[in-house]
């Protein structure tokens, strides 16, 4: 305790001093900040450091302040996570009234005290911290690639939060200057970011695309490429079936490791039409974050309403008609239930056939949807299915051009 008060004796002293010249002040206040950072002089720091501060900011110039405040950053930097905490909101407290005339020094104080608050993941607040770091400053010229990492990181810490209106805010800004920016591993984490606001605003098959290109990519280590991949899977999984996920589904059924990974069984049965049973349903919904699990506006799931959806699709293959109950008893569902599924996958195009409603029977066409809105109940007879099969083939082969490219650039980068 003495120790700790004699060093903030010292500090109103010099700070008070008549005796101290102010070019020898600097001196003085450096041999204190000594005394502070050595265990064997003080415990205190949590204390003395804000008064430290405090004392520099007010009786030194600009100028002279500026490399004692750097190295009280360094303190900063090398103390504990709650005194880094404590020390740190005081200083930007202190650092308030001068109006920006230590950007440099703000920005690193804010930078360490983010890092404080997320290792105690309080994401909000390390978000909340990083946010007052000035970005267009006519003080310091600020690299672009200092900018996206900060806004990818701010993103990142509001997803963490699962606030994805906060995180797509700053990941749009990065998104402004990522053209500029050659760091692969920073794009690589723009895409990781993107996917995963994809996937929390239920953008599946988006959302499975950016994770399958990321899978692809070498500066991932073989497990972060498998995690990605099967994020890809449930993603394609869970979106709504119909002709865009059915092409999404070929694409990572194609994909040589996907026999590799966990969700290659569901894909499978996905892609090959094959209906789902209970069992495979709910060992499929163990693997599903808290919001692929959520309820959508009618009371039932995402994967609830992807899986009848898809077993409406896979018995469209099998049954050239059926009747509204017996439907509704494949699907586990009620007549009624069934029957609004089918007319609004009719509707958007996502299902090709037509619903005799006095008769209470489907009639199905045997191919796909054109994925074109068109009236309830109405079949999609513009164009021929040998033409619309050849299309799909043509655009199949154009996919799977495409994607090899990617591989061979992923791997062979320019």
């Known amino acids: 305790m003495m120790a700790h008060s004699a060093i903030l004796t010292a500090i109103a002293e010099t700070k008070s001093s008549s005796k101290t010249a102010q070019q020898d002040k600097p001196a003085a206040y450096n041999e204190i900040l000594r005394q502070i950072r050595s265990p064997s002089e003080s415990s205190q720091i949590s204390t003395e450091l804000p008064a430290f501060i405090d004392a520099i900011l007010e009786d030194l110039g600009i100028v002279a302040a500026r490399p004692l405040l750097a190295s009280v950053v360094d303190a900063i930097k090398s103390?504990?996570?709650?005194?880094?905490?404590?020390?740190?909101?005081?200083?930007?407290?202190?650092?308030?009234v001068t109006r920006g005339a230590f950007e440099e020094q703000e920005a690193v104080i804010r930078e360490e005290l983010a890092d404080a608050y997320t290792e105690q993941e309080d994401y909000l607040e390390a978000a909340k911290v990083?946010?007052?770091?000035?970005?267009?400053?006519?003080?310091?010229?600020?690299?672009?690639?200092?900018?996206?990492?900060?806004?990818?990181?701010?993103?990142?810490?509001?997803?963490?939060?699962?606030?994805?209106?906060?995180?797509?805010?700053?990941?749009?800004?990065?998104?402004?200057?990522?053209?500029?920016?050659e760091d692969q591993e920073l794009n690589l984490t723009f895409q990781l970011s993107q996917a995963r606001i994809l996937d929390s605003r239920r953008k599946f098959l988006d959302a499975s695309q950016v994770y399958h290109s990321v899978s692809f990519s070498m500066v991932l280590d073989e497990d972060e490429r498998t995690r990605a991949l099967s994020s890809a899977i449930i993603c394609a999984v869970l979106a709504p079936a119909g002709p865009q996920r059915s092409r999404t589904l070929g694409n990572l059924y194609k994909d040589e490791r996907t026999p590799q990974v966990p969700e290659f069984g569901i894909l499978e049965k996905m892609f090959l039409d094959r209906l789902l049973s209970p069992v495979e349903v709910a060992k499929f919904a163990d693997k599903l974050q808290p919001h692929q699990l959520a309820q959508t506006a009618d009371g039932s799931t995402v994967l609830a309403k992807a899986v009848i959806e898809h077993n409406l699709l896979s018995a469209s293959r099998l049954y050239n008609n059926i009747g509204v109950s017996e439907l509704g008893v494949l699907l586990g569902l009620t007549s009624e239930k069934a029957e609004e599924y089918a007319a609004r996958m009719l509707e958007q195009g996502r299902l090709s056939g037509r619903i005799d409603q006095i008769e209470g029977v489907i009639f199905f066409d045997g191919h796909e949807g054109s994925g074109q809105k068109t009236r309830a109940g109405q079949a999609d007879l513009g164009i021929a299915p040998e033409l619309r099969k050849w299309d799909n083939k043509v655009q199949g082969l154009a996919e799977e051009v495409e994607r090899v490219a990617s591989m061979l650039q992923a791997q062979y980068p320019v």
Request: hydrophobic share 35%.
């Open 130 to 181: 990083l946010q007052g770091i000035q970005l267009e400053s006519f003080q310091r010229k600020i690299p672009d690639e200092s900018k996206v990492k900060t806004w990818i990181r701010i993103c990142r810490l509001y997803l963490e939060e699962d606030d994805t209106t906060s995180a797509e805010s700053y990941l749009n800004r990065a998104k402004n200057l990522l053209y500029r920016i």
């Open 79 to 96: 103390i504990r996570t709650d005194q880094k905490i404590a020390v740190g909101t005081r200083a930007l407290q202190a650092l308030e």
